[in-house]
């Protein structure tokens, strides 16, 4: 075979339809537009995505997507990965070091994926409650310091004012 002699596949090219040639065409009169309407019509147009004045839907859809905004900043680490580790001690840095986490991770967290056999020592990373359970099975152990919890602001209720010539007090009815 050579690329001279390639043709297509018999019937997978055709003749295009000429439109508006007369009856015998089989496409004249209307010309496969059908009959009135703004799409039979010359200059009958409308921009892509048009939706008859109905908001469209890429206008109907938010702007960001549906990805979420943080996917970056919290790496994902399995626990097989912690096993071919060489160092005992990990943190947030190690794991960049690795090439395990995006060097563009804020934060990890540790997921029960694979196997951990050996004893290993998390600090600042966040741990699933089966990784957990496999880590310190395997004499490792997880230091987290607690975030302090942010302030909130009370907002100050405004007294009202008891109008007392308004209406006078009803005696109670026996």
Do not use: C, Y
């Not at 892509?48 to 109907?60: I, N």
């Amino acid at each position: 075979m050579k690329l001279n002699t390639l043709k297509p596949a018999p019937g997978s090219k055709s003749d295009r339809h000429r439109v508006g040639r007369g009856i015998g065409s089989g496409w004249g009169k209307t010309a496969g537009r059908g009959h009135k309407g703004q799409r039979a019509r010359s200059g009958g147009f409308h921009k892509v995505g048009f939706e008859g004045g109905q908001m469209p839907l890429h206008r109907r859809l938010p702007k960001r997507g549906f990805k979420p905004l943080n996917k970056e900043a919290v790496g994902e680490v399995r626990t097989g990965e912690l096993q071919l580790m060489q160092a005992s001690e990990i943190d947030l840095a190690a794991l960049k070091d690795a090439g395990i986490v995006s060097r563009h991770a804020i934060a990890a967290k540790v997921i029960l994926s694979g196997k951990l056999e050996r004893k290993i020592a998390l600090k600042e990373i966040r741990v699933s409650k089966g990784a957990r359970s496999m880590i310190e099975g395997a004499g490792g152990s997880i230091t987290l310091t607690p975030q302090p919890e942010p302030e909130r602001k009370k907002k100050e209720k405004k007294a009202k004012a008891k109008k007392s010539d308004d209406k006078p007090e009803e005696a109670p009815k026996a």
